[in-house]
């Protein structure tokens, strides 16, 4: 059912930013996601969209760059005249220790990861303060709070993002802007599919359901902070981790689940 609300998805035509866009198109929003440079994923992804909602489109540009925000955000608005909900998805990832991370990938990183996400909230606020309705919902990580060797540049972007997220959330709700974020743990995708294959068993010992995330349960939970059932959850970094972060040696539950299955030949 079409509700005229307007979401723009950032990263929103690959992976868990194209699960994310389409779960919002089929809960009635008009979305436009926002791709930088692969126009063959964003043609794919407009057709999956006009699908489900005619009125979606995607949209190219560089969110870490103002001059194209505020492009982007304009275009969306469009002839609703109204921007409802901003998911702050584009993200990058990748491993470099102290003495292999250049100064340029360390601009980039956090200008991608953490500062789209400033200017992309703050390019939507005249519509939300307007309309005094608004859902920004930020992608963080288990790594930033985590400590992962080799994960500097990444985790200190996401943990920007937290203190963002807080922050903002105290600051909008006058304006009825609800801020929260949403904290995958290992997630089958593009980008983290090389770190899967090289530690992915190890990895999953320590997951607590004993396997890595999918797209389309982020997208459910992004789907939810962006309901009006959600209207009274603001500040909030929510982990869909697996249980990553509950317990310590999980893998060991599983292993005694599959030694009480396993028939004992003197009973």
Excluded: W
């Excluded at 770190?195 to 939810?224: D, H, N, P």
């Amino acid at each position: 059912m079409q509700t005229n609300k307007v979401a723009i998805v950032t990263g929103g035509t690959r992976g868990m930013g194209e699960s994310i866009s389409l779960d919002l198109a089929q809960s009635g929003h008009v979305v436009y996601a926002v791709y930088r440079s692969d126009a063959a994923s964003a043609a794919k992804t407009r057709e999956r969209l006009r699908e489900i909602s005619p009125a979606s489109d995607v949209i190219q540009g560089d969110v870490s760059v103002k001059a194209d925000v505020d492009r982007i955000v304009t275009t969306a608005a469009g002839a609703l005249g109204r921007v409802d909900v901003l998911v702050n998805n584009a993200g990058i990832f990748d491993f470099y220790f102290i003495d292999e991370m250049t100064e340029e990938y360390l601009d980039h990183i956090f200008a991608v990861n953490f500062k789209s996400q400033f200017l992309m909230t703050q390019a939507c606020l005249p519509y939300m303060k307007k309309q005094r309705f608004g859902r920004v919902i930020n992608a963080s990580s288990i790594s930033a709070t985590l400590a992962d060797v080799g994960l500097i540049g990444y985790g200190v972007s996401k943990a920007g993002v937290n203190m963002f997220t807080k922050i903002a959330a105290a600051e909008l709700a006058p304006y009825q802007i609800t801020v929260n974020a949403y904290a995958p743990g290992i997630t089958h995708t593009d980008m983290t599919d090389a770190m899967i294959r090289e530690r992915g068993t190890e990895q999953a010992k320590q997951i607590a359901l004993g396997r890595f995330g999918t797209c389309a349960e982020i997208a459910s939970l992004v789907s939810y902070l962006a309901s009006d059932a959600a209207g009274y959850i603001t500040g909030q970094i929510i982990g869909c981790d697996g249980g990553f972060f509950a317990v310590q040696n999980p893998y060991r539950a599983h292993e005694h689940a599959a030694e009480l299955a396993t028939p004992n030949p003197e009973a």
